[in-house]
C-alpha cells in the first residue's frame, strides 16, 4: 500500500508569482485534503477534493485554488504569492464517509 | 462549531518517566478526536482516534488517551517517555462539512512540543 505523497519537498519563489504543488493520495483512497501550517501553528484547513470537485473550504483567498484528478491525485495552486503565504503545505488522503485522515509528508514553501 | 485547546506549548520530561499533553474539546455534538504527532521536517502521522466506542484508546508506540465527556478532555499519555518520542503533539478534532458524500475537515490545536531528556 503506498502512503501520501507530495511534491516537490521544498520550493522558493518570490512574492507576485504563482506556485502549483502536488499530490497523490493513498491506494484506494478518492477524497483529498489540503492543510496550510504556519511556522509554529498548527494546520489550517485549505479546502477538499472529491469527486473531481471542491468539497469545502477553509478561511482562505479565492488566489488559493485546486484541482483533483480522475486518479484522486491533486493540486494546490496559489497565486500572487505574499510573504505570509511562506509555510508547511500538507495534503491529506481519505476514504469518504471516513474520518481519518491521512498525510504526506508536506511541501515548504517559500516567498522571498 | 468545534475546537480544541492544548493547555501546553512545551512539556519537558526525563526519559523513562510518564508523558501528560492534555487538551479539552469543544463539541455540540459526540466528537470524534484524534492525536496526531509531528516529527521536525516531517508530515504528521496519526497516533489514535477516538470515535464514540470505548473511551480508552490505544494508540501507537505505547501511546493511550481517555475521553472524559465530563471534563470536556481528551489527554494524551505514555507511561514511560523515550528518546525518540521527542516531537510536536497535535489535538484534533474533526468537524463535519454540510457537504455530501465527503468526509470531515479536521481542525487542529496549536500543538504541544514534547521535550525528553536524557
Same mark, same amino acid.
Given at each position: 500500500e503506498t502512503g501520501v505523497t507530495q511534491s516537490p519537498t521544498h520550493l522558493i519563489k518570490t512574492r507576485g508569482q504563482q506556485v502549483t504543488l502536488r499530490c497523490s493520495s493513498q491506494s484506494g483512497h478518492n477524497t483529498v485534503s489540503w492543510y496550510q501550517q504556519a511556522l509554529g501553528q498548527g494546520p489550517q484547513f485549505i479546502f477538499q477534493y472529491y469527486r473531481e470537485e471542491e468539497n469545502g473550504r477553509g478561511?482562505? =483567498? =479565492?488566489?488559493f485554488s485546486g484541482l483533483q484528478f480522475p486518479n484522486y491525485s491533486s493540486e494546490l495552486n496559489v497565486n500572487a %504569492?505574499? %510573504? +505570509? +503565504?511562506?509555510a508547511l503545505y500538507l495534503c491529506a488522503s481519505s476514504l469518504s464517509g471516513k474520518e481519518t485522515q491521512y498525510f504526506g509528508p508536506g511541501t515548504r514553501l517559500l516567498v522571498l | 462549531a468545534q475546537s480544541v485547546t492544548q493547555l501546553d506549548s512545551h512539556v519537558s520530561v526525563s526519559e523513562g518517566t510518564p508523558v501528560l499533553l492534555r487538551c479539552n474539546y469543544s463539541s455540540s455534538y459526540s466528537p470524534s478526536l484524534f492525536w496526531y504527532v509531528q516529527h521536525p521536517n516531517k508530515g504528521l502521522q496519526l497516533l489514535l482516534k477516538y470515535t464514540? !466506542? !470505548?473511551t480508552l484508546v490505544k494508540g501507537i508506540n505505547g501511546f493511550e488517551a481517555e475521553f472524559k465527556k465530563s471534563e470536556t478532555s481528551f489527554h494524551l499519555t505514555k507511561p514511560s517517555a523515550h528518546m525518540s518520542d521527542a516531537a510536536e503533539y497535535f489535538c484534533v478534532v474533526s468537524d463535519a462539512m454540510n457537504y455530501g458524500g465527503a468526509t470531515n475537515k479536521l481542525i487542529f490545536g496549536t500543538g504541544t512540543l514534547l521535550a525528553v531528556q536524557p
Open positions: 478561511n482562505f =483567498p =479565492p488566489r %504569492l505574499e %510573504l +505570509d +503565504d511562506s | 464514540s !466506542a !470505548a
